[in-house]
Structures are given as structure tokens and as C-alpha cells.
């Protein structure tokens, strides 16, 4: 799913008359998309798009770029902290305490784990730090990835090669009044009851999975 998150105010709620609009705003999201035909992340597209490959596949990309430009990946090596001197970032001290220094450090990490995990608190603002630590990293979603012995054979389209009913959104749950109790639950901002699952399938789209 991607957009922006769902308003909580009536007139959301008027405009969302169709099951597949109050799926989207029940899961917290206001806009909602399927996946492109051919499985790859398209430019300038909006929608969600499944990594040809699959999503390790984007990591070994990333790494063979680097590599062409003549970058040193280092694996399993966990970064102890981010040294500091002078005020600047002048590399990196490793576990063990090996340091590589540099002219510049950047962090993937969140800004939690970099700024209170990886920096000393005393090198940086006090106010910044606060600032930091009120972000709030609350979730409204969790994203499980499964390893399935094949496709699901659903009685309604039955194969378990992948075909058209594995390339769309799946949601699982005991009937559309579920699904209009979790929406409005949203609208009320009130704690939801039962969740119910959005599926998809990364092997339902042939060139999406690793070798195909």
C-alpha cells in the first residue's frame, strides 16, 4: 500500500462509499495500488511496484553500482560508534575498535539508532537531541514476509501456477462487514478490534522472483 495517511474527519468518510476505498483507509492509508502488470518499479509512478528479482535483488543492484565506482563493502562488520572530532564526523570505529576515517559519513540507520545509538549525546545539540527523541515510531502496520511451499488454490479461480488471481490485493477476513467495522474504527480514531490481512504475492508476477 502507499499514500498518504487516512483523515479521521466525516467528509473522508462521505466520499468512500466503495468496499476497496474503506479497505484502504481501514489498513491507515488513503490511497491504494496494485502492483504494475510487468512487476517492476516504473518512473515516475506512484504505484507500488515489485522489484524484479525480488527485494534482495534491489540490495545486490545497489552493491554492484558501488562496486563499479570502486567502493569497499564490508559485511558483517557492525559500526560501534560514529567518531567525532572537532565537532565533525570523521568516520567510523567498528566493534573490536578498528576505525576507518573518511571525509564524509552517512547512516542508512533511523535517526533513533544514529543519533542516540551510534553518536556520543555530548558532541551534539542538547535541543537536537530532544527533538530526536521525541519522534514517535509507532506502526499502525506490520509487514510479515512468508515463504510458501506453493501458490494458494483458491476455490473461486483454482491453479496454483501463477495467474491473474495472484497479481492483484488479497484481504483476508470472515466478510465485508469486517472489513466496514475496521473503517469505522479509522474514522472514529478509535483502537481497532480484529485485524484482517492484506496479501500479496511476489511469485504471482513471473519476472519478480529470483532466476524467473
Known amino acids: ?107 542508512s540507520a533511523d535517526p533513533n539508532v544514529t543519533f542516540n545509538g551510534l553518536v556520543a549525546e555530548n558532541v551534539l545539540p542538547a535541543s537536537f537531541v530532544r527533538n530526536i527523541r521525541r519522534i514517535n515510531y509507532d506502526s499502525a502496520s506490520v509487514k510479515i514476509n512468508l515463504a510458501l511451499s506453493e501458490l494458494p488454490d483458491f476455490t473461486a479461480c483454482p491453479g496454483v501456477i501463477a495467474g491473474p488471481q495472484h497479481r492483484g490485493t488479497i484481504h483476508i477476513c470472515p466478510d465485508l462487514q469486517f472489513i466496514e467495522s475496521a473503517y469505522a474504527d479509522s474514522l472514529m480514531a478509535a483502537r481497532a478490534g480484529p485485524q484482517f490481512w492484506n496479501v500479496r504475492f511476489q511469485r504471482g508476477r513471473s519476472d519478480s522472483r529470483p532466476g524467473g
Open 1 to 107: 500500500m502507499s499514500g498518504s495517511r487516512a483523515s479521521n474527519s466525516s467528509d473522508t468518510g462521505d466520499r468512500c462509499d466503495h468496499w476497496r476505498q474503506r479497505v484502504a483507509i481501514a489498513s491507515g492509508h488513503s490511497l491504494h495500488s496494485v502492483p504494475p502488470r510487468d512487476g517492476r518499479m516504473q518512473r515516475r509512478s506512484r504505484r507500488l511496484g515489485l522489484h524484479a528479482g525480488g527485494m534482495g535483488a534491489l540490495s545486490q543492484s545497489l552493491a554492484a553500482a558501488c562496486e563499479s565506482y570502486g567502493v569497499d563493502i564490508f559485511l558483517d562488520t557492525p559500526v560501534d560508534h560514529v567518531a567525532v572530532k572537532g565537532g565533525r564526523a570523521v568516520g567510523v570505529v567498528i566493534r573490536g575498535g578498528r576505525e576507518y576515517a573518511s571525509k564524509l559519513v552517512v547512516s
